[in-house]
């Protein structure tokens, strides 16, 4: 299986690829995961650990599904794999997906393009052909091209990604860590600080023995 549109299996009389079978396998956002590791494994994009921001290398796009990651990711950059989900998660190129599915016979109506829906984002709802064409991938999947890892998140989702350091920092990135409590020496310095001083209250509390009038008592 070269590059990551091509066909994977073959269900008369339509060809599955990569991102068909990932949409049968786990709904759009299923898709959207596959496309990340397939343009990471190609040098398209990179990633920053931490914290786990993507960012283009390379913007050639070989499938439209690609297309759209590419661009929710942006040429600047700095976009986290959970932020690239919801920009694509309505995008025409994403649900074009579901269409082709739907059309072959393999999704039913209520799994279609329904991808801008959250509660239907993991979601599909195979017909029995769409069932049976999923079965036959997993029991023969296609040869891949070595470390790409594609295919595997494509049928089981991230957790079948081998990178396990690529995998953490893409799809599991660590918090942000909270400020620490400042170190002794600098709260003490703090405490020691005089108390803030109104400008007009300079006569009591800035001018010594001074009274309020500004003689002595």
Same mark, same amino acid.
């Given at each position: 299986?070269?590059?990551?549109?091509?066909?994977?299996?073959?269900?008369?009389?339509?060809? *599955?690829?990569?991102? %068909?079978?990932?949409?049968?396998? /786990?709904?759009?956002?299923?898709?959207?995961?596959?496309?990340?590791?397939?343009?990471?494994? @190609?040098?398209?994009?990179?990633?920053?650990?931490?914290? /786990?921001? *993507?960012?283009?290398?390379?913007?050639?796009? +070989?499938?439209?599904?690609?297309?759209?990651?590419? %661009?929710?990711?942006?040429?600047?950059?700095?976009?986290?794999?959970?932020?690239?989900?919801?920009?694509?998660?309505?995008?025409?190129?994403?649900? @074009?997906? =579901?269409? +082709?599915?739907?059309?072959?016979?393999?999704?039913?109506?209520?799994?279609?393009?329904?991808? /801008?829906?959250?509660?239907?984002?993991?979601?599909?709802?195979?017909?029995?052909? /769409?069932?049976? =064409?999923?079965?036959?991938?997993?029991? %023969?999947?296609? @040869?891949?091209?070595?470390?790409?890892?594609?295919?595997?998140?494509? *049928?089981?989702?991230?957790?079948?990604?081998?990178?396990?350091?690529?995998?953490? =920092?893409?799809?599991?990135?660590?918090? &942000?860590?909270?400020?620490?409590? &400042?170190?002794?020496?600098?709260?003490?310095?703090? =405490?020691? +600080?005089?108390?803030?001083? +109104?400008?007009? %209250?300079?006569?009591?509390?800035?001018?010594?023995?001074?009274?309020?009038?500004?003689?002595?008592?």
């Amino acid at each position: 299986m070269t590059g990551t549109h091509v066909p994977v299996v073959g269900t008369d009389p339509v060809d *599955l690829d990569l991102y %068909d079978v990932a949409y049968l396998a /786990g709904g759009p956002r299923r898709v959207v995961e596959t496309a990340v590791v397939a343009l990471l494994a @190609s040098g398209r994009l990179r990633v920053s650990r931490p914290p /786990g921001e *993507l960012h283009v290398v390379d913007a050639r796009r +070989r499938h439209p599904v690609e297309a759209a990651v590419l %661009d929710a990711a942006g040429a600047r950059g700095g976009r986290s794999a959970e932020g690239v989900y919801w920009r694509v998660r309505a995008d025409v190129r994403l649900a @074009s997906v =579901a269409g +082709r599915l739907q059309a072959a016979g393999l999704l039913s109506r209520r799994g279609g393009v329904t991808s /801008g829906e959250r509660r239907r984002w993991a979601l599909t709802a195979l017909t029995r052909t /769409g069932r049976a =064409a999923l079965r036959s991938v997993r029991r %023969d999947p296609p @040869s891949v091209p070595p470390g790409s890892g594609a295919l595997p998140v494509a *049928l089981a989702g991230p957790r079948a990604w081998a990178d396990a350091q690529l995998r953490t =920092a893409v799809f599991d990135p660590p918090r &942000p860590t909270p400020a620490s409590t &400042p170190p002794a020496a600098v709260r003490a310095a703090r =405490a020691s +600080r005089p108390p803030f001083v +109104r400008s007009g %209250d300079a006569g009591l509390l800035g001018l010594g023995g001074l009274g309020v009038d500004g003689r002595g008592d």
